[in-house]
């Protein structure tokens, strides 16, 4: 292909206009939020993702010709098994929907292939990626504050019909805990150069936000990552007489944020919601929120409807809805991610997405050992949350930043100085 030196530059302005896409999605995320709450009926934030996977493929074809292949490849291998039964039934009605649904399960390797690609731009991707963790999390922050408030949408209805929980101008309230995580995950890290007091205030906050969130994926995931980060540093630090109090007063602590984390959920109605789930649930419909019972439902048609080619490729978004409707009378996807892409997209998809994200974070845990990094501990609760909750591997809002942060090259500071407020 011609890389003459004009083309190099059009190819150089388009990477600018995809990093500023990248940095501007959850923006426009927000903005649909408010386009549909006046009733406006075109997903933006849709057209805006699809524009920026476009070019983010149009770059890879210019620019590494290898990832060009490799994100061609998954778009074929999703795409070719609808293309196959939609001849051999001659339906064709659902292949659009289905295509756009598993386009949002290859954003992520798509877009960590996009992010690998980029030279180190100017020695300052360190200065991006902290820039694109702070700015992002404000935005996350501040639209759960403003759904605690009563500004944009809650995160559920009660029990009364009241909302609960707080998710501002995002419309996929269910992918706000996801990216929450991540962000906060990644914003914990960005903290190690920060005093004592100041990153526990801040760990403070993050477990206030995941409440406000009433999100059980939100608190756990945010206590999860921030603990497998901490305890290696924990380990091998020689305690002076001081921080041997400190560690000593920890019980005490807890209590205190068990408190403080009561207190908060009581006070944002989720203990209502808890109580009115539990005590029709056993433990693990109340722990689940009731996935395990429409698992159980799409089993009871899984050995009976599937054949051959739908345990290889799955039944499709679309007919698996459909499916669920008949059999468990709840026309939804299960919301398990896990078990959604063994029905959607078959053990074959199911098997490379997972292979996909198990690598990644293969990955990420060998770049932790050398430089400290965080991601392979987010990257490590994200897929166990995938094996509860949803809207991790199908979530386009997640996808296009957890491939932000593990694909972006980042060379950082010697150990000497990594510890100084340049991480920061």
Request: proline share 2%; charged share 10%.
């Amino acid at each position: 292909m011609d890389r003459s030196q004009p083309l190099g530059d059009v190819f150089e302005l388009l990477k600018w206009v995809l990093l500023g896409m990248a940095f501007t999605y959850l923006w426009v995320d927000c903005l649909n939020g408010v386009l549909i709450r006046i009733g406006v009926g075109l997903s933006i934030s849709q057209l805006f993702k699809m524009a920026l996977l476009a070019g983010m493929l149009l770059y890879l074809l210019w620019k590494n010709t290898s990832y060009f292949l490799i994100s061609f490849g998954l778009i074929l291998f999703f795409l070719f098994p609808l293309l196959f039964r939609s001849i051999f039934t001659g339906d064709t009605r659902g292949v659009v929907g289905d295509f756009g649904y598993n386009l949002k399960l290859i954003l992520f390797p798509i877009s960590f292939l996009f992010f690998g690609s980029l030279d180190n731009i100017k020695g300052q991707n360190l200065k991006i990626r902290n820039t694109f963790a702070w700015s992002n999390f404000a935005l996350i922050a501040v639209n759960i504050l403003l759904g605690v408030a009563g500004i944009g949408y809650s995160q559920y209805n009660g029990p009364e019909g009241a909302g609960i929980g707080g998710r501002g101008f995002f419309y996929a309230g269910n992918e706000v805990a996801g990216i929450f995580v991540l962000f906060g995950g990644v914003c914990w890290y960005l903290t190690k150069g920060w005093g004592s007091i100041f990153r526990f205030v801040f760990f403070v906050f993050l477990l206030i936000l995941g409440i406000m969130n009433t999100s059980k994926t939100a608190i756990l995931g945010i206590i999860l990552i921030v603990g497998l980060t901490e305890l290696p540093t924990l380990l091998k630090k020689k305690m002076s007489l001081g921080q041997f109090l400190i560690v000593l007063m920890l019980p005490f602590l807890a209590f205190a944020i068990v408190g403080s984390v009561y207190y908060g959920v009581q006070a944002t109605g989720l203990i209502d919601r808890i109580s009115f789930f539990y005590q029709r649930m056993d433990l693990l419909t109340f722990i689940l929120s009731g996935r395990n019972e429409m698992v159980a439902g799409a089993m009871s048609f899984y050995t009976e409807v599937f054949g051959f080619w739908d345990y290889l490729f799955g039944l499709g978004n679309g007919e698996f809805v459909d499916m669920m409707g008949r059999y468990h009378t709840k026309a939804q996807i299960i919301e398990i991610d896990f078990f959604d892409l063994l029905f959607i997209n078959g053990m074959l998809g199911m098997g490379l997405i997972l292979a996909i994200y198990v690598a990644v974070t293969c990955k990420s845990m060998y770049e932790g050992i050398i430089s400290n990094t965080p991601y392979w501990a987010i990257n490590l609760i994200l897929i166990l949350i995938s094996m509860m909750a949803g809207h991790i591997f199908n979530s386009a809002m997640l996808g296009i930043s957890l491939g932000f942060f593990n694909g972006l090259v980042v060379h950082y500071p010697s150990s000497k100085t990594q510890s100084t407020s340049t991480l920061v």
